[in-house]
């Protein structure tokens, strides 16, 4: 007989996705009081155990048993209504997905800077209000949620409007209304930024407080202080669990980011070959100018009197908190913010509303960014996806040359995907979809490189190469790159001017 206070059990458990064995020989046990970090490589396999968990995934053997659920079931009976132990899981994924008001179309990445577009979105509390718990243990209520993530400035905000960081308070905050047992977090604080990360222990004691149990992904370097115990994840399996003072982290953790990360000789020389064989557009500086840019929607003051100046073959980090306007000015030099017409932008050395179209601007610019990730088709073959960059359309739409789809392979064996390129991009860990957006990018050798919080989600290994990749991209071209990261350390070291927003206005800038 169990435990009375044993709250989930999962035994011999088994997942197979696509034909692979994604986790196998999983036994594990939470207990009431325990909150769960779960840690290691790969990212999958991390992913897919709170998947299993919440139901989202079915194990091909073994079983997992919500013991927290049992009472709730057993009060069903003789009650309207079906009952199940989901009702008592919320699950917050990496990727989020919105829908419109009247739930028939998904957003597309470029809406949010569409003011007439928010029409049809929800605002936070809409959304917040929307959620109805399943029992009658009402703790968290929309107000209170808000309240914790301090969503209080952003509550009558469209949901399209909302930042990639803002928007991963929202979903956590969604969760928490539902008023679950089990709080399963999937990476909880990427795209949070530093003061967000710095709350959010504060934050978790607080739900904690109220009763729910956590169990949470994470990297080893950010295991909140309240995780009681801890399981390693190693390959398919789960290496080493147990109370948080019994695991030996040191064994597992990779090596620390310092720069030494080196690229082998043979792939250094086939960029630099890749780059020198098709060249880069011609270009005239500056590569980006913006003079007292203002940006508004309705009453709210986004950017405030703005300039910026970047010339050919610079790399410079735009910094801020989530909200400080950084998406919004990216969006003007990227072609998506039909308010650059109305601003002094000079991109390429040809002001903006000059007789140029969005398309001039995009085909000298690669972009990978958490909105293009998100929202880009999964069900594309990764190598559609990458010859897609040629084109600057969110997928594959026209013929293609066979230099073109030459050039798409090379990149391909470059960044460890040519076993992938019949793959759909859905079947790729989010690490190696990163790395795929990335080639996409670059395929066309832009002449600029916008990487808004590329290596989000990556694990630490390919955090290291995609970082020496950038450093080995810039020193082998022109390309001039702006580089977005939470992370001070995720910066590649080419990386030398910085930019810094707050509230909309430039407070900090380093050349």
């Not at 050039?407 to 019949?422: C, E, I, K, R, S």
């Amino acid at each position: 007989m169990e435990p009375a206070n044993l709250l989930l059990a999962i035994t011999d458990a088994m997942v197979v996705q696509n034909g692979t064995i994604a986790l196998q020989h999983i036994t594990f046990r939470l207990y009431q009081g325990q909150q769960w970090a779960i840690t290691g490589e790969p990212e999958t396999a991390k992913n897919r155990f709170l998947q299993a968990v919440a139901g989202k995934v079915a194990i091909s053997q073994g079983i997992i048993q919500h013991h927290h659920a049992t009472e709730y079931l057993q009060d069903a009976a003789g009650n309207e209504g079906y009952r199940s132990h989901h009702d008592l899981v919320a699950y917050v994924p990496f990727h989020h997905h919105f829908r419109s008001k009247n739930n028939t179309q998904n957003f597309y990445y470029q809406q949010r800077f569409n003011s007439a577009d928010a029409d049809d979105a929800a605002t936070v509390r809409e959304l917040l209000n929307t959620i109805q718990p399943k029992h009658g243990n009402i703790h968290w209520t929309p107000e209170r949620a808000i309240a914790l993530f301090n969503l209080e400035k952003l509550a009558d905000k469209a949901l399209i409007k909302l930042s990639n960081g803002e928007t991963r308070r929202l979903m956590l905050a969604t969760a928490l209304v539902k008023n679950p047992a089990l709080l399963l977090l999937d990476n909880p604080l990427v795209g949070l930024d530093v003061e967000t990360r710095g709350r959010f222990d504060n934050i978790l004691q607080t739900i904690i407080q109220s009763g729910i149990h956590v169990i949470m992904t994470t990297t080893i370097r950010e295991i909140p202080d309240c995780v009681t115990h801890i399981a390693v994840i190693q390959n398919d399996t789960i290496a080493a669990q147990g109370p948080r003072d019994t695991i030996n982290l040191d064994k597992y953790q990779q090596p620390a980011a310092g720069g030494n990360y080196a690229l082998p000789d043979t792939l250094r020389h086939s960029i630099s070959t890749l780059f020198r064989q098709r060249g880069q557009q011609p270009m005239k500086n500056p590569i980006v100018a913006l003079n007292d840019i203002t940006v508004r929607y309705g009453d709210k003051l986004i950017l405030d009197k703005v300039s910026w100046r970047v010339e050919q073959g610079e790399a410079w980090a735009l910094k801020g908190h989530n909200g400080a306007g950084k998406s919004t000015l990216l969006s003007l030099i990227n072609g998506d913010n039909p308010q650059a017409y109305s601003n002094d932008i000079t991109l390429f050395g040809r002001r903006r509303g000059t007789g140029e179209s969005i398309w001039d601007i995009k085909k000298q610019i690669g972009y990978v960014s958490p909105e293009l990730h998100q929202y880009f088709p999964k069900n594309q073959a990764v190598l559609q996806v990458v010859l897609s960059g040629y084109f600057d359309t969110v997928g594959l739409f026209r013929q293609v040359t066979p230099l073109q789809r030459e050039a798409a392979l090379q990149w391909l064996q470059l960044f460890g995907l040519a076993d992938a390129v019949q793959q759909r991009l859905v079947q790729l860990s989010p690490d190696r979809q990163r790395l795929c957006l990335l080639a996409r990018a670059v395929i066309k050798n832009p002449n600029l490189l916008i990487l808004d919080e590329p290596c989000q989600g990556l694990s630490p290994q390919h955090r290291e190469f995609f970082k020496a990749l950038v450093d080995e991209i810039h020193g082998a071209s022109d390309t001039t790159i702006i580089y977005v990261s939470h992370y001070q350390e995720d910066i590649p070291s080419c990386v030398q001017r910085s930019i810094k927003l707050d509230q909309g206005k430039v407070v900090e800038k380093t050349t």
